[in-house]
């Protein structure tokens, strides 16, 4: 579960930081706010994270490695046909 978290400069937010989060169920505010955002950027983290932890115990592979490679394929504009 995702407790607190702080992101700077990404997509529509220029500072966001929230702690002591309770168990979030619903993501409310007006369109393109960057609340589709903020829930890939929480998902490929915490995928990213749950990748890394199975790789790194046979070795070969960074946080940064996953992360970014996460949120490379979340944010990817997908192929239409």
Request: proline share 2%.
């Amino acid at each position: 579960m995702i407790r607190s978290f702080t992101i700077r400069n990404f997509m529509a937010h220029t500072e966001v930081g929230l702690n002591n989060l309770p168990m979030v169920k619903l993501v409310v505010g007006k369109n393109d706010t960057g609340k589709s955002g903020l829930l890939k950027l929480l998902y490929g983290t915490v995928k990213a994270v749950e990748v890394y932890g199975l790789k790194q115990q046979n070795g070969g592979t960074t946080i940064k490695k996953e992360l970014s490679c996460k949120l490379y394929n979340t944010f990817l504009p997908r192929k239409k046909g």
